[in-house]
Structures are given as C-alpha cells and as structure tokens.
C-alpha cells in the first residue's frame, strides 16, 4: 500500500473552507457544505480529514455513508447517523434527545410506535421529529453529520436533509454532504440541487497537478523515480487520485522500475478504465478470493465474513484466508466487517459478475439474511435486486419489510417492495392480501404512480367481492379521488355501501355514505335524506352514532337551521371526545365549524384544545394547521384580534412552509380577515397574492369563505363594487351549493344601500335577518340588524343599533358588539345627539384597545372625537408595536417557557425564537427576559403605556 494513505496534497484550500465551516458550526452558525467531484477524486478523503477536525476541536460527529445497493432502504442514512447514538444513550438522554420528537419513535427505536398520522402527513411528522432530535442533540455539543457518497442517499433521507437544510443556520451544525454531480438514474431532485437551494459551501476538489502526482508516485516508488515516468503516470490518470492510487498498487506488484524508458509501458496500460485495473488485479488470485470479492460485492460494504463466506460457497477457514488474500491486493480494507478499501472497486467486481448470477446471489443473500432473521429492509434491498421468479418466500418477505416501512413512516419505501412482490408474481390465494397491503401503502404515501398502475387491479380484485370491498372502500376512493377518478371512487363506495346494507350494518354503511356525500359535495338537503334513512337503525352510544350526530349537526349548519339544535348535536357528538380518532376523514373539522357558527364558543375551545392536543402528540403539522386556525377564527370572533393574527400567522406560515395550502386554503381565510381588522390593508392583499387568489378564485366549496374574506377587504380599502361583486358571488355559491352558512347578504346590504340601490338592499338585508333569526345565534342576528339599520338610516335606525347592542352585549361576539357599538355611536353623533353617542364609542373603544381590534379603534377614536371628547390620541404603546409572534413569543417567555420549548410549540427554529425576542426587548425598551413581565404588564393598563407615534 502506498505510503502517502492519509496525506492530502493541494488541498490547502478546501480545508481552509472545512475549518472555516466548522469554526462557524462551533459559533452556532450551522450550515450546509457539499463535496462534489467525479469518482475517486477525493470526497471521501476530505470528509474524513473534516471528521478528524471536527473530533479535534470538541465536535460530536454523526456519520452516514450511501450505498449504491441502499438507495431503497427506508430512511437509512438517517438511521445511520442517529440509531448508534442513541443505542449508546442512557434511557434518560434518549428521552431528552427525543422531546417533541415522538414521529421518529418508531424509526430509530426497536418496539415503539406513536398514534398513526393522519393521511399524507406521516413525512411532515417525521421529518419535523427528525429535526429535533438534532437540534436537541446539537443542545448537548456541537455537531458535525457527514454523509458520504450522498448521490445514493435514499429518498427519505435525502427529504430530511431538505427539510433541516433550511433550519440549520441557527444551529451549531455543520452537515456536510459529499456526492459525484447527479448520477444516471439517481432521482430527479438532486444533491447539488439540494445544496444550490440552501447556499451550501460547495468545495470542487480538482485533479491533481504533475508536481502532486510526482511526489506520490517518488513516495511509492522510490524518490529516484524519472520524471518522464512521473509525468506518463500523470497522463495516466489524469491526476485522479483514486486512480493513480490503483496504478501505483499495479507498478509496485509487477515491480516496475521507475525509470524514464519505463514511462513508454505506462502508456501502454492506457486507456486504463478504473475498473479493469481492478479486475486484473482480482484475475491473478485464486478463486476463493474471486468468489469471497463477489459475494462481498453482492452484500454490499459492512458484511460479516461468515454471510460472504458462505454466500461464496466457502468454508470458515477458507473464507478467512480469501479475505486476507483480498486485503493484500488492496481490494477489501483491513478488518471487520469486510468493506472494499473503496466504493469504486465494488462497483467494478459487481458489475462484471453476470445479470443472472447476479440476481441469483442476491436471493441466496436474502434467503442467508432471512434465516438469521436480519432487518427486513436489508432482505428487501436485496430482493429488489432479483429477477421475478415466483417464489413464494420472496413475496412473504417483502410484505414483512412493506409492514415494517409502513409502521416507521416509510410508506413508500413499501409501496415499491409491495410493486416488486406483485410481480414476482404471488401465488394465487395472496394476491387479494398483497393488493390490499399496497393499497394502504399508496394511500399513506400519496404515490401517484403507483395508484396508476395498480388501479386496474384495485378495482378488479378488490372492489368485487363483499369482504374486500368493505375493508378496503374507505382507502380505494381516496385513492381513486386523489387519481382523479372521482366517478369510479363513487360507484366504488356505493357499492361498499349496498354490501354493508346487505350485511345490515348500518355504521358501516353511513362512514361510506357520508364518505361519497362529501366527496361527491353533495348538497345538505340530500345528505338529510340519506340521513333520514340511517335514523332507526343505528344504535345509541356506538361511534356510528356520533358519526350520524355529527353530520345531523353539520347539516344543520349548512342549511342555517338551528344554531342550538347544531351546538347540541355536535355536543353530543364530541362526547367522550373519542370522535377525533373514530373519524379521521370525516367531520371533526365540520364539527368545530359547527360550533364556531352557533357561537358555542367556550365548547368549541375544548374541540379545538383537544385537536391542538392530538396535533401535538402526534407532531402533526397539518392538523396543527388546521387547530390553530380554527383558533384564530374564534378569537377573531370574539375580538381578541391580536391573538387571532398570532394564530393566523402561524397557521399560514405552516401551511405555506409544508405545502398544504392548495389542498386547504382556509389560513388564507384567516389571516386575511385578522390583517383586515388590525387595519393592515396591504399586508391582506400581499396574503391573497402569496396565495395567487387575488384574481381567480376557484370555483370549490372550499373556497367560498375566501371569497367573502375578499371581500371584506375590498370593502375596507373603499372599494365597494368589487366587494359587492364578490359578495353576490359567494351568495351564487352559497345558493347553488345548498348552503346557508355565510351571511353574506348582511354585509351586501351594506354596499348596496352606499351605492344608491335602496330597494335591493333593503331586501337583501330583510332576507338576511329572517335567516340570522331562523338561524339564531346572537352574533348573526346582531349582524343582521346593524345592516338593516345601515341600510335605513334614520332615526328608525338607532333603535335596531340599540336592539342589536342589547342582543349582543351578553354574548360573547364581541366583534360584532363592538362594530354595534361603533355604528350606534357613529349614527348618534350625525343625529347631533353628542352625549348619548360617547358611551357606546367609549365602550367599542376599550373593549377594541383591549383585544387590539385596531380598525374598529381607529374608527371609534375618530367618532368620539368629533363629539368633541377630549382624548389623548390614539398611540400604540410599545407592547401594541409588537407584531403578533413577537406578542404570542415575548408572552410565552415572561412566563418562563424556555425558548426550545416555545420554539418546539410553535414549530419554530430556536434561531428564530431568539431573533424575535431580541426584537421584542428593543420595542420595549428592556435588557433581558427577566424584565418581560413587567413590561408586557405596564401594557395591560393602558393610561401608562408609552407613546409611540406608530399608528
Ligand atoms: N489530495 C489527495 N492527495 C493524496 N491522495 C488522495 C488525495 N485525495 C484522495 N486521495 C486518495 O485517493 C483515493 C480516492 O479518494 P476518495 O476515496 O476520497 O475519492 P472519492 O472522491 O470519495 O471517490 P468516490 O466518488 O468513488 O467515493 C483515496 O485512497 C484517497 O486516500
Ligand atoms: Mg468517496
């Protein structure tokens, strides 16, 4: 072996730019840097020069390693960088390093599992449980993670690396990541992709030069080496180290003198491919060591002699000396588990061995693996390798690896062993078992190729008989849904449902009746029918009947019925709160908008802790989306504005930084009508733009309230023929949909009557009162007669602003209570009645103060100005600068929550956490975190807070 293993030449630079990075990660400072070179052009020796530096300097070093055969198994570069460490931990630091991230259980961790993920979620929940880990092992010490020959990274892992890429600059991580530049057939999103995303450092370590090639070649051969062989061994190689490295081995077995007329019989071993050198060098040992080189070949770096030995058909003794024969020839490394002394030199054996003894030894490795009951993953990688060829313990076997990748998250790792088995082919009697297993897998992984090219046989094998049918119609029209297939998912489920009727189970039917009802967007008044039907036959007390209580209350909604008959349905609905899990599709969204729009605030905050609560168990983004936002609803609501657009942000960053958006827009929603009451007119539209709905808005239930959150906006910025355009729209919706849900003809009214059509607005807003009266809820009503009064005018309309004051004075819609008490004043003041108007705009005001409702106290400021009261103007106090994360943070802190804890709450980076509280103590004129109480405090009496001129 030459002697220069372990020198690097010309690699000043590069290592210059290590240090920098890690001196940096050491600082906190974290980041992304990427080695990226041609095979054997030194990645691996950089990395491990930095693993070395690192170790040096105090760092804690993680490492993975790609392998060409590993591309498929699940996660595994993830699992290499964190199970050794956590094997080794005491039970106590396993539970630290795991805090907020429970997702990653099941994957790192033998015999544990977390509450099953919501569709389509598994990957957010892991991979957000990934990074903490990290973060909370970089708590600990610095970190240095390394992961070499990334191009073969697996998909999961390398959608992690993604995903902390973006979170690392507040972190005291360096991830450093080596990979040739984008392989033939390696996935569409690539390494040096990933690293151009994320600004990474990349270093380029380039050949090298003839003075380096000669003092390795002086080094290996003798320092009296000729320079014309010097320079012919340059020529050569090209200055590939790896290559070089591997002529030199050659010249020193063949005792070649280094000598200038030598230098002719270099070139005559060009053009030299890196493998043949290798082959030629494995052709002159005996065939033990031939047979051992490929079976190591096959079982990839990091198998035990006694797997390859007997994989090579050898006996133990026989096996250890092959594998000493195979060091000597520097072809394995020294040591155990046997490893090539490079990647390169195993992909030379194994690609010369032929397709078909090929295929064979990776079954014989599965089957070796199988008997010591190894990983299934392992097994699988190596049954992927194979030819079908029907084997029935191969299709066993996959299954058991899909079961696995599903219960770690996987799922697609399992939908291509499921595909491979299913082309094995399996034996008759199983195909209905494996299909319905790809199934699950598909729908967990939304993978959208798969459902391609399963659906044929979905439908064929597993739609068409009874049992099949009913255990797989919930998952078979989602899938078929999400394929576009909207027609066959029906036809599916209905006829799920006419088996379930046969059978008579009644729950069964009404889960897949309310399933294709939905779906198919079916109007309230025919789901009451369909409703109707179920009434006698489902029994009390079984989740069959909360599911029937919970579409009764929905429809009662929907069809602006009765709010308390809806508030009590959905009561009895969430009794025992076991709906959240008896229904992961259906309704508990519906469920909380139930009781948001009977007003039934205080229960709809239970429903909506205990969603935030299951969110955050499960470290689920999506449903924390959705419980947050339904927060911010109700706070908006109840006129706590500030805390609504705290809730809206954080919704809407979590919805945009995950992708959910497109699949529910609702945050879009949110924020718009939180930023319209705060006043911030602009930052409303940038919302609706972010979103690309400020022009087209889909034509989709889902979208109606957007709509209507438009054109409050529209309407705020004086804008009032486009708001009413977009209001009569979203009551074109409302109508053709079957639904009564937005009042939207309260707020039409309005516009109309300020657009001189008198007699239309007064129809609308008659119609509207008699719904909001049918309907019932104090806030509707409310509504309703302060737009009947708008649109009157006249003395006639104090007295409806005073009913409408009085309805909801006690209740708690303090939104719409405090926009009552605004027009009472409002329309007082022009009626000259001066006094009387002060008390109701003294009352909208504080009550706006209050729950920062900003627009509404501009506008209640400005009235009773003009009454002539006296009033310190209307100055945003330091704590009311704040912007709501810097509020919902700095709030969080004065109470003592440590910042990774907010930071974990909030689905923030630590980074961020402290960037924002940095800016909090600077509003508010303080030093450090032991002053926020007080500060924040001051601010809870308003007289004291201190001017500043923001608003
Ligand atoms: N600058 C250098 N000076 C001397 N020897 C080097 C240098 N760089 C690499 N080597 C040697 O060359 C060989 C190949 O390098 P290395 O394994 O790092 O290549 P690589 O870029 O990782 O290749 P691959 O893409 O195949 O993984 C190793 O034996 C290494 O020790
Ligand atoms: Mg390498």
Known sequence: VPAYAGRLLEREAELAELRAALQDARRGVGGLLLLEG??????????????????????????????????????????????????????????????????????????????????????????????????????????????????????????????????????????????????????????????AEHHARVLRPAALSEAAVAELVRSALGQEAATEFCEACHKATAGNPFALRDLLVELQAEGVAPTAAEASAIGKLTPRTLSRAVLARLARVGVSAQELARAVAVLGDGAELRDAGALAGLERAEATEASDVLVEIDILAPGRPLSFVHPLIRSAIYHEILAGERSAAHESAARLLAAREADPDEIAVHLLATDPAGEGECVELLRDAARRAVDRGAADAAVKYLARAWDEPP???????????????????????????????????????????????????????????????????????????????????????????????????????????????????????????????????????????????????????????????????????????????????QAIDVVDNVARAAGSTPILMVAMGYRADLELRRGQVADALVDASTAIELGRQHGFLPAWPYPVQWIADALVERGELDAAQRELQLAGLDADIPDDVLYTPILASRARLSAARGIHQRALDDLMEVGRREERDGREIIPWRSDAAVLLAGLGKRAHARRLAEVGLERARRWGAAGRIGRALRSLALVDGGDESVLRLQEAVEILAPSQCTLEYMRSLTDLGATLRRLNRRAAAREPLRKALELARTG????IAMRAHEELAATGEKLRPLAASGVDSLTPSERRIASMAASGTKNRDIAQALFLTVKTVETHLTNVYWKLGIRSRKELPNALARHERPETGRAAARW
């Not at 993920?117 to 929940?125: K, S």
């Not at 039907?533 to 909604?557: D, M, N, Q, S």
């Not at 709010?563 to 349905?569: M, R």
């Open 852 to 855: 920062g409702a900003l627009a």
């Open 427 to 605: 034996p008759g009697p199983v195909r209905p078992a494996l299909l319905r297993e790809l199934l699950t897998a598909t729908f967990r992984g939304g993978d959208v190729e798969a459902t391609e090219r399963f659906i044929g046989p979905f439908i064929a094998v597993l739609a068409n008989e009874p049992d099949a049918l009913l255990d797989s119609a919930e998952e078979l029209a989602y899938v078929l849904y999400g394929a576009g297939r909207a027609e066959d998912a029906s036809s599916v489920l209905a006829r799920a449902v006419e088996c379930a009727h046969a059978r008579s189970d009644y729950g069964g039917a009404l889960r897949l009746d309310l399933q294709r009802l939905q779906a198919d967007r079916t109007p309230p008044r025919e789901i009451k029918a369909r409703l109707e039907y179920y009434r006698g036959a489902i029994r009390a007390a079984t989740p069959a009947e909360r599911l029937w209580r919970a579409a009764e209350a929905w429809h009662k909604v929907a069809s602006g019925d009765s709010a308390a008959e809806a508030a009590n349905l959905a009561r009895r609905a969430l009794r025992g709160w076991t709906f959240m899990a008896e229904a992961p599709q259906f309704l508990p969204a519906e469920l909380i908008v139930a009781l948001l729009e009977a007003e039934d605030f205080d229960f709809a905050t």
């Open 38 to 195: 041609a095979a054997g052009i030194g990645k691996s020796a950089l990395l491990r020069a930095a693993e070395q530096l690192a170790e040096r300097q105090g760092l804690r070093v993680l490492r993975a390693r790609g392998g060409e055969l590993e591309r498929e198994f699940p996660y595994g570069l993830v699992r290499q960088l964190f199970e050794p460490t956590l094997a080794e931990a005491e039970p106590e630091d396993v539970e630290a390093a795991l805090s907020g991230a429970a997702a990653v259980r099941p994957l790192l961790l033998t015999g544990q599992s977390v509450p099953t993920p919501p569709v389509g979620a598994a990957h957010f929940e892991l991979l957000h449980g990934l990074y903490w880990l990290t973060s909370n092992l970089a708590e600990r010490s610095s970190l240095l993670l390394t992961v070499d020959d990334a191009h073969w990274g697996d998909e999961g892992s390398l959608r992690f690396f993604d995903y902390i890429a973006r979170r690392l600059e507040g972190l005291p991580i360096l991830m450093a990541l080596a990979a040739r530049p984008a392989e033939p057939g390696a996935d569409a999103r690539t390494v040096g992709q990933l690293a």
